[in-house]
């Protein structure tokens, strides 16, 4: 009779680990059909950082990118541990998807990889540029936990930043929502860095 029970056990357990990872597959794919729309890129490259982040690029990203997001990431979670957050401080929780750029430089001629997307309620504001702003980052999911910014072959410590930023705001999702909808974008004023 043990035995039966156990062997029950056991199976639902297979059983209940398939369904799980389904669903994880189907939200991953949903995450994914996201970002491909927001850039209008095909995402065919899938790594990982060397702390465990999930990486979607469209050409294998080089070390020092995947190593600049995982310091994007270790500074996002000593600042969010500081402020007391204890939910989504791990490397595995976060996807980053890394989309061709939209511009190389900004209107001072700087070094800037950016995204654009489109203003919604940016318009009318400084930061549109014609019903388009350009983004650094931007979040795609906020679960799982999502974002992209733009391909990079320079100036490393500007992806950490923008890791460490668009991951502000998934961590105040998950640990604060009354203080992520006050910074959930920069329309009203405000910008980074939103935990001290």
């Given at each position: 009779?043990?035995?039966?029970?156990?062997?029950?056990?056991?199976?639902?357990?297979?059983?209940?680990?398939?369904?799980?990872?389904?669903?994880?597959?189907?939200?991953?794919?949903?995450?994914?059909?996201?970002?491909?729309?927001?850039?209008?890129?095909?995402?065919?490259?899938?790594?990982?950082?060397?702390?465990?982040?999930?990486?979607?690029?469209?050409?294998?990203?080089?070390?020092?990118?995947?190593?600049?997001?995982?310091?994007?990431?270790?500074?996002?979670?000593?600042?969010?541990r500081k402020n007391r957050y204890r939910s989504r401080l791990n490397y595995r929780d976060y996807t980053i998807y890394i989309a061709r750029a939209d511009r190389e430089k900004d209107s001072a001629g700087a070094y800037s990889p950016d995204i654009a997307v489109?203003?919604?309620?940016?318009?009318?504001?400084?930061?549109?540029?014609?019903?388009?702003?350009?983004?650094?980052?931007?979040?795609?999911?906020?679960?799982?936990?999502?974002?992209?910014?733009?391909?990079?072959?320079?100036?490393?410590?500007?992806?950490?930043?923008?890791?460490?930023?668009?991951?502000?705001?998934?961590?105040?999702?998950?640990?604060?929502?009354?203080?992520?909808?006050?910074?959930?974008?920069?329309?009203?004023?405000?910008?980074?860095?939103?935990?001290?």
């Open positions: 009779m043990k035995l039966r029970s156990l062997i029950s056990l056991c199976i639902s357990i297979v059983v209940l680990a398939g369904v799980m990872a389904q669903i994880a597959d189907a939200q991953n794919r949903t995450v994914l059909n996201e970002a491909q729309r927001i850039s209008c890129d095909q995402f065919t490259v899938v790594t990982r950082t060397p702390n465990g982040a999930s990486v979607y690029a469209l050409k294998h990203p080089t070390a020092e990118m995947l190593t600049a997001i995982d310091r994007g990431l270790t500074g996002l979670f000593e600042v969010a489109g203003a919604a309620q940016y318009t009318g504001t400084a930061y549109d540029k014609g019903g388009f702003i350009y983004a650094a980052g931007i979040v795609v999911a906020l679960n799982p936990c999502a974002f992209m910014i733009a391909e990079h072959t320079k100036d490393f410590d500007r992806v950490a930043d923008a890791v460490r930023y668009e991951g502000e705001h998934l961590v105040l999702y998950h640990n604060d929502r009354s203080r992520y909808s006050k910074t959930a974008d920069h329309s009203n004023g405000g910008g980074h860095p939103i935990l001290q």
